[in-house]
């Protein structure tokens, strides 16, 4: 934690980082990301520009300052999950599944909740930024992930692109009661209606799956081969 200067040992100054964060929180939260100036968080943390430049040498280092922890978390949380989907998919079983959305749908409101200015920066404010697609980018490795449990059970006779579409609205709800400013109570009593919608799409996917299984079509219209 300790700073080199001109082979002199300093300490850092981690009262000044904080009024940084601070002024960074709000100037990012009230502009967004392509009107924030630096001068004026600078001038808010009560610093002159050039120190500022010291510590973070753009602004969007100082953006992604605030905004990493919650996507480490993220990223922390979609690999501890990752081993549960494997095991459903070897034991190709939906109910299993669907299971493992509702913990990966209560964790993440959690997650979402205590990280909650973060999330906003991150999902409201980063247009312009590096992590700008941050999200886009997370569906689309979940969106793989479906793929290829999909694929365990019906094999090349998946729609790719309808699975793709039902996953992206699955999680679009997630940045929109960010978007919209609900509170915990509204997202989490929003959020288990949505799941209840889809549970019973899953649970329509899995019968017919089994009726395939059965030597059945069933009335699954997933006839699009994968590109």
């Known amino acids: 934690n300790n ?4 082979g002199n040992m300093a300490i850092r100054n981690f009262e000044l980082d904080k009024k940084i964060i601070n002024a ?12 924030a100036s630096l001068r004026r968080i600078a001038q808010k943390a009560g610093i002159t520009t050039g120190a500022l430049y010291t510590r ?16 480490k978390k993220f990223d922390e949380q979609f690999t501890y999950l990752m081993p549960l989907f494997y095991t459903a998919i070897e034991n190709k079983s939906i109910d ?28 409201n404010c980063s247009k312009g930024s590096s992590v700008e697609n941050w999200f886009e980018q997370t569906i ?9 449990f999909y694929y365990s059970f019906l094999g090349d006779s998946i729609n790719k692109k309808a699975l793709e579409l039902i996953i992206v609205a699955q999680f679009s ?18 959020l288990e209606v949505v799941s209840q919608f ?21 009335s699954c219209d997933w006839d699009v081969k994968f590109e």
């Open 3 to 6: 700073i080199v200067i001109g």
């Open 24 to 35: 960074a929180n709000k100037e990012f939260l009230k502009e967004g990301f392509t009107k």
């Open 56 to 71: 973070y040498k753009n602004k969007d280092e100082l953006f992604c300052s605030l905004v990493s922890d919650v996507c």
């Open 96 to 123: 299993k599944y669907v299971q493992i959305v509702h913990l990966e749908t209560q964790n993440i409101l959690s997650l979402m909740y205590s990280n909650y200015d973060a999330c906003i920066l991150l999902l």
């Open 140 to 148: 689309q490795r979940i969106i793989t992930e479906a793929q290829q």
């Open 173 to 190: 709800v997630y940045k929109q009661v960010i978007q919209n400013g609900y509170s915990k109570e509204e997202a989490e009593s929003c």
């Open 198 to 218: 889809f549970d019973s799409g899953w649970g329509k996917q899995e019968r017919n799956m089994r009726e395939r299984g059965r030597g059945g079509r069933g």
